[in-house]
């Protein structure tokens, strides 16, 4: 039987309670021009109203979630049904699984249009997704920094800069230990689209 050697990630830091795996070139620049172009113009964007804290804003994004297999998906308040799974996310999920053995049966993408649309700090700890989800991150666009924190540790912070056809894991215990933002910038920058894949169960 032989061994699958798996790709070495650009970046897999030491943190408690969490894995971390970061591939900054995880799809050639080709792949990634052409699923941003394709994701941009073909997915159907849209912006809800989330209660956070007893309010209701529109969030500062727009979404799309896509399941094969889902009926719904509930977040800060907010029922989604998705839309089916493309051939461009089929394709992007099964890149994916040649580095990780999760089984994802989602993805929720975001749309940050500029650098006034952000994403505050949380953990996709939803109880549809499970005790520790997995999560994959895949970007495309306009690089973004990606800010983390320990919940109980407060030397434990970092930023670092999600590029153009990267690939983040946040693995193990993070979603329950660790939470994460992108930040508003006021840097003049283009669009970035994110595509988070889960498992809901």
């Not at 461009?88 to 040649?98: A, C, E, F, P, S």
């Not at 999760?102 to 109880?127: I, M, T």
């Not at 919940?151 to 230990?177: D, T, V």
Request: net charge positive; proline share 6%.
């Amino acid at each position: 039987m032989h061994m699958i050697s798996l790709p070495t990630p650009d970046w897999e830091p030491k943190l408690p309670d969490a894995r971390l795996r970061y591939y900054q070139n995880f799809l050639s620049a080709d792949q990634a021009d052409g699923h941003y172009e394709t994701l941009f113009k073909n997915i159907p964007w849209q912006q809800d109203n989330v209660k956070v804290f007893g309010k209701v804003y529109a969030q500062p994004r727009l979404t799309s979630l896509h399941s094969n297999t889902l009926s719904t998906y509930t977040y800060s308040g907010l029922t989604l049904r998705p839309q089916p799974m493309t051939k461009v996310l089929l394709d992007i999920l099964h890149k994916i699984q040649t580095v990780c053995d999760h089984d994802f049966n989602c993805v929720l993408l975001n749309l940050y249009r500029d650098g006034s649309d952000s994403n505050g700090w949380h953990a996709d700890n939803e109880k549809e997704l499970g005790k520790h989800p997995q999560i994959a991150s895949c970007s495309f666009g306009s690089t973004r920094f990606f800010h983390f924190k320990h919940r109980n540790i407060s030397k434990q912070r970092y930023k670092m800069e999600l590029h153009h056809g990267s690939l983040l894991l946040m693995e193990g215990a993070m979603q329950e230990h660790w939470v994460h933002q992108i930040p508003k910038t006021k840097k003049p920058i283009k669009p970035r689209l994110n595509l988070t894949f889960r498992k809901i169960i």
